[in-house]
């Protein structure tokens, strides 16, 4: 779907061998490397190609294993911790650490997120950010620098927009 389109299409999620761009394109369970795949097993040897770990698990010295949770020594170039449950690896004490959640106008960056807003950052991204509220509907916005809608609004010619059911057929 093109970034300022509010309507999608529906389609068929590929089988086994079937191909595909993310895991969203295959059928629920599989994983996608170029093709639908069945993951490999907790435990089992991983490649992070053709030997892929669901997503619960990530690929950790060759084998799927549980995400690392808080504490949890880890490496920053690799960052193996559980974002799906707000960690991210920290820098400084290469532990896995819980990210911080800042309003609009304070700091952002690395291991601080927005609530309810979008990270923008200036020409240097070694900088920290300003966390920038989501934009209500009929409100200006800009897909690239912000502010982003408010979902499920979407940024369509400037403005946010909700997707019109009416037009999604």
């Known amino acids: 779907m093109a970034a300022d389109e509010t309507c999608g299409l529906c389609a068929?999620?590929?089988?086994?061998?079937?191909?595909?761009?993310?895991?969203?394109?295959?059928?629920?369970?599989?994983?996608?490397?170029?093709?639908?795949?069945?993951p490999v097993r907790e435990g089992e040897a991983c490649d992070g190609m053709r030997r892929q770990c669901p997503q619960t698990l990530v690929c950790l010295d060759y084998r799927c294993v549980p995400q690392p949770g808080v504490g949890a020594t880890c490496n920053p170039a690799a960052d193996p911790c559980d974002h799906d449950h707000g960690l991210y690896c920290e820098r400084e004490t290469r532990r896995c650490a819980p990210y911080v959640v800042a309003r609009p106008g304070a700091a952002c960056g690395v291991e601080t997120l927005c609530r309810r807003g979008t990270c923008a950052t200036e020409d240097d991204p070694s900088q920290p950010g300003r966390c920038v509220a989501?934009?209500?509907?009929?409100?200006?916005?800009d897909s690239a620098a912000g502010p982003a809608c408010t979902p499920p609004a979407r940024c369509v010619r400037g403005r946010c927009a909700m997707p019109d059911p009416a037009r999604c057929r």
Do not use: I
């Not at 934009?135 to 916005?141: I, N, Q, V």
């Open 12 to 38: 068929t999620v590929g089988a086994t061998g079937d191909t595909c761009e993310s895991d969203r394109d295959c059928e629920h369970g599989l994983v996608c490397y170029f093709t639908c795949l069945e």
């Open 134 to 141: 989501n934009a209500d509907d009929g409100m200006p916005c």
